[in-house]
């Protein structure tokens, strides 16, 4: 893989295997860490870089990307696994991308390029600046009708140049695939979708690439699909801007695939009366059920939404401008028929209104608005100028009577004395120049400031124009001559400065590269001993892992046979509390060790989980026989039947049973006078009061009482039979591993207390 270095920019190229780990870069030589995945931001897809996700969909997912070569910004699209691992889709992917990149349309996304990098197959195209209609419907809910117009219409425009240019059909029209530039303008998204038609697979294992609630009957019926499938859902898309909810709606996506086929369309003009009859109509044509009414291309689409614009802002207009009754222009407009003609000599003429009609229409009205504009004008002048004629005869009637004073006349003379008076003494020039000269002998150390503002000045003069500029021009060009010299000695000085300082800057460089090229080189030698340490140790784990895990194998199954065998043997004796005692021990042990070394939980776990299991079976088969033979109140007021007559048991004290026979006949027994039957109806006593039926079973096994578990198997339910099934055969596997490594003695008593039982007798 390939990824961008963070530090430098380069370009590092790795093992897959090197994911998440840290590495030198080649170019800085800066030790920085490899991408987690090979799609994280900064990796390199064919000649993309990375950048971040922007969504996600069936296909894949959408990563805003850098195209390396063209330097500029691109949407990457990635296939998802389920497809780049089907060699037929991939094909067919790579085919209808690149069919998809050769057209160019101002309405749909540009494909930039198709191809696969080790594995990752990726479609580059144009990033768009907006947002996709689904975004806008879910903020507006409803899209205004002229508004809805002109992005169908510019779809629809795409849609035909596909199909004329390369026979190409989307198959999966909807407002999430038409992205909304943010200059308003619509372009048509994803079509890596469509299929060439020639090329189309109707067999029933074609997969419908659809989305419900826009689909067309055609696409979900298996029939051949055409330009006129994109028309259905392209209507059905216009349908939900202009209304703000779907064409069919249902709770599954089976109950509105079926509605697109069967049931009838409502009118988008009975959902939302706002809706003009002349859109309304247009939708319905569009979605008709059978392609043969529909719209037949979608330039006869593109004319009648170009119609409807017009009425559509036309009736607008008319409701601004009148005060009567608003002339609807789509209601005066004759409709058209279908009919077989051609039009321009290449196409069925299938528009649904007649342009000249519509012409007409629009002409009238448009007189008419003009004339209210002109009438407008000349109302408002004829109103203008009899409020002058009021004004001049009250002005003449309050002035009439008024006559002109010249308190103090002026001759000739005091005039041109005046005129000379007033001529201003300097001109905006001369006082400029002074201004500089002024600045200069109060700054004479600002020679770059006096310079500049020299040169500001003369780039807009032409020379002197009078005798006062004439006065201060050859001070100012002085100033101007020695500041030029001066400047000149200052930039030689500031040079030399300058190329001292580069000098200095130059070995300080020299100087910072060695210093960070040696800080590099340790850097490098730590990670690099740091790494070998830690395969050191990771290779001392692994030996001693190896080592314990040998032992274990020699020495666990040697261990566990032998406790084993303790442990069958102390269950004959009904010791259950020694035998878990024993088991406990062999689990902790190993529990220990699996805790010290996760390495051997794999192996080891399932082991431990049985014991614990088994462990706890003996822990229950030990409560029932304290509840039977010496927890004096468990069994109270338990019946039970003794030497073949009905007794009510009391309790078990010190070694004896304690029972009423009759009404008020109190007797005693010892426990070990009884017999074998009844000692046995109180261990099924003590297992109900318990409620520990289901370990009769493991009672039964572990006391070697075949009668008594083949009892037990019988009255269980059908969990509890799976459960005793399992432990028969995990004590298959237990008992054959103890006979085979067991002591002789161990073995005899053991073939004694077990070999009577069915399941185990081959085991003997």
């Not at 040169?455 to 032409?462: M, Q, R």
């Not at 008992?735 to 399941?759: A, Q, W």
């Amino acid at each position: 893989m390939r990824f961008q270095c963070p530090e430098c920019g380069g370009v590092v190229a790795v093992e897959n295997s090197d994911l998440n780990t840290m590495v030198q870069c080649g170019h800085c030589s800066k030790i920085v860490k490899v991408p987690a995945s090979r799609v994280a931001p900064g990796c390199l897809v064919g000649d993309f870089i990375i950048r971040s996700e922007i969504g996600r969909g069936g296909m894949g997912v959408v990563y805003l990307a850098h195209q390396i070569s063209l330097d500029r910004p691109a949407a990457l699209k990635v296939l998802s696994d389920q497809y780049a691992n089907n060699a037929e889709f991939v094909v067919g992917f790579i085919k209808e991308a690149r069919a998809a990149a050769k057209l160019n349309h101002p309405h749909i996304v540009q494909a930039y390029a198709v191809g696969e990098d080790d594995g990752i197959f990726y479609f580059a195209m144009e990033n768009i600046d907006g947002e996709t209609m689904k975004k806008v419907l879910k903020r507006e809910k409803v899209i205004p009708v002229d508004q809805a117009i002109s992005i169908i219409q510019q779809i629809a425009e795409a849609l035909n140049y596909a199909w004329i240019e390369q026979k190409l059909i989307h198959r999966d029209i909807k407002p999430d695939n038409i992205m909304l530039t943010s200059s308003g303008r619509a372009k048509l998204a994803d079509l890596g979708l469509a299929r060439v038609a020639g090329d189309i697979d109707d067999s029933e294992d074609d997969e419908v690439m659809g989305t419900p609630q826009y689909i067309s009957p055609e696409h979900l019926t298996g029939a051949p699909m055409d330009g006129r499938s994109d028309i259905y859902s392209l209507g059905a898309t216009f349908y939900h801007f202009v209304t703000g909810r779907f064409p069919f709606e249902g709770k599954t996506g089976a109950e509105i695939a079926k509605k697109h086929i069967t049931d009838p369309l409502i009118p988008p003009n009975k959902v939302n009366p706002a809706v003009p009859d002349c859109v309304s109509r247009i939708i319905e044509k569009m979605m008709a059920k059978n392609p043969i009414m529909r719209y037949q291309t979608a330039e006869s689409l593109v004319d009648d939404l170009r119609v409807a614009k017009k009425m559509v802002e036309a009736a607008a207009q008319d409701k601004k401008t009148s005060h009567h009754a608003p002339h609807h222009a789509a209601g005066k407009v004759q409709h058209g028929k279908v009919h077989a003609g051609k039009r321009n000599g290449k196409e069925p003429d299938d528009r649904l209104f007649d342009e000249d009609s519509v012409s007409v229409v629009l002409e009238a009205q448009k007189k008419e608005q003009q004339m209210m504009k002109m009438m407008i004008p000349a109302i408002i002048g004829a109103v203008v100028l009899a409020a002058i004629v009021v004004i001049g005869i009250i002005w003449f009637f309050i002035h009439r009577d008024d006559k002109p004073k010249d308190p103090h006349p002026v001759g000739i003379e005091q005039q041109v004395a005046a005129k000379k008076k007033k001529r201003p003494a300097a001109t905006p020039a001369s006082r400029e120049m002074n201004d500089i000269l002024a600045f200069a002998e109060l700054n004479k150390t600002k020679v770059d400031e006096v310079h500049a503002r020299c040169e500001k000045f003369l780039a807009g003069y032409s020379g002197p124009e009078n005798d006062v500029e004439e006065a201060v021009f050859p001070e100012f060009m002085g100033l101007f001559s020695r500041a030029d010299e001066l400047l000149i000695k200052f930039q030689r000085e500031r040079a030399a400065e300058h190329r001292d300082e580069a000098i200095k800057q130059y070995l300080a460089d020299i100087e910072r590269k060695e210093r960070e090229e040696r800080e590099r080189a340790e850097r490098a030698e730590e990670y690099k001993r740091r790494r070998e340490e830690r395969e050191r140790k990771q290779a001392e784990r692994a030996a001693a892992v190896k080592e314990i895990r040998e032992k274990l194998r020699e020495s666990l199954p040697q261990q566990k046979a032998d406790v084993m065998a303790e442990v069958f043997l102390k269950t004959a004796k009904s010791d259950f509390a020694a035998a878990k005692e024993d088991l406990d021990k062999v689990c902790e042990e190993v529990e220990k060790i699996i805790k010290e070394m996760p390495e051997l939980r794999g192996e080891f776990k399932s082991q431990v989980v049985w014991l614990r299991r088994f462990s706890e079976a003996l822990g229950d088969c030990d409560a029932i026989q304290k509840a039977a033979f010496s927890d004096g109140d468990k069994l109270a007021n338990s019946k039970l039947q003794l030497n073949g007559k009905p007794i009510v048991i009391e309790g078990i004290v010190k070694g004896k049973l304690r029972y009423r026979q009759g009404r008020n006949m109190q007797s005693a027994i010892a426990m070990n006078k009884l017999s074998a039957e009844t000692k046995k109806d109180l261990i099924h006593l003590a297992a109900e009061k318990l409620g520990k039926q289901e370990q009769l079973f493991i009672y039964a096994l572990m006391t070697g009482d075949a009668a008594g578990m083949k009892a037990a198997r019988a009255d269980m339910s059908e969990e509890g039979n799976k459960v005793a099934k399992e432990y028969i055969n995990n004590f298959r596997k237990t008992l054959k591993l103890t006979m085979e490594r067991t002591s002789v003695s161990n073995r005899d008593k053991l073939v004694k207390l077990l070999g009577k039982i069915p399941e185990f007798k081959e085991l003997f």
